[in-house]
Antibody, heavy 120, light 108 residues
């Protein structure tokens, strides 16, 4: 059973960089897309982007200028960096897995989510 | 960007009744690239359906999905107490970014 676990600071100051890590247990990172998704309080879900296990990335255009997602297969981890954060970036951040097969690219495994609050 | 619009925003029903949730896409997502998720308070979304009509592992058969192109439906027959939650549709086709609907809350 694949498990994903987010980790990182729960509080980030405005204009600083939000950094989160997702650790993947019980499975290889090969041949999967590793995603970050966020959910603002009381709102819906927003896909941030993914990283392939080779390091190839794709980001949501709405965040592309501020986002970097990286992967370290040797540690079974992938990470999110979001720069110049504002209160609008306050959200629960989830990591999730998707298959590379186009018809199977739904999010089948999710982390429990971690709340990040942007405040001074 | 494909915009997914779900209706209604809220569905008020009783256990034992059936729920019909709609998801409409701003452009075609085909029949294979639409998923539904269930989210309960304080929990991550859980995959219910993929390929519009295929139940994920462990999902009871009272959940069914249909549709193709731009119009999709999730039906929950014989609502159980544990089915009261928020439901999201999501497209995962070749057209990025992947997007979610705004959600439908099924409440008692």
């Amino acid at each position: 059973q694949v498990q994903l676990q987010e980790s990182g600071p729960g509080l980030v100051k405005p204009s600083e960089t939000l950094t989160l890590t997702c650790t993947v247990s019980s499975g290889s990172m090969s041949n999967k897309y590793w995603n970050w998704i966020r959910q603002s309080p009381g709102k819906g879900l927003e896909w941030i982007g993914y990283v392939f296990y080779t390091g190839t990335t794709h980001y949501n255009p709405s965040l592309e200028s501020r986002v970097t997602i990286s992967v370290d297969p040797s540690k079974n981890q992938f990470s999110l960096e979001l720069t110049s954060v504002t209160a609008a970036d306050t959200a629960v951040y989830y990591c999730a897995r998707a298959d590379i097969e186009p018809t199977l690219r739904y999010f089948d495994y999710w982390g429990q989510g971690t709340l990040v609050t942007v405040s001074s | 960007e494909i915009v997914l619009t779900q209706s209604p925003d809220t569905l008020s029903l009783s256990p034992g009744e059936s729920a019909t949730l709609s998801c409409r896409a701003s452009q075609s997502v085909g029949s294979k690239y639409l998923a539904w998720y269930q989210q309960k308070p304080g929990q991550a979304p859980r995959l219910l359906m993929y390929g519009a009509s295929i139940r994920a592992t462990g999902i009871p058969d009272r959940f069914s999905g249909s549709g193709s192109g731009t119009d999709f439906t999730l039906t929950i027959s014989r609502l159980e107490p544990e089915d009261f939650a928020v439901y999201y549709c999501q497209h995962y086709g070749r057209s990025l970014p992947w997007t979610f609907g705004q959600g439908t809350k099924v409440e008692i």
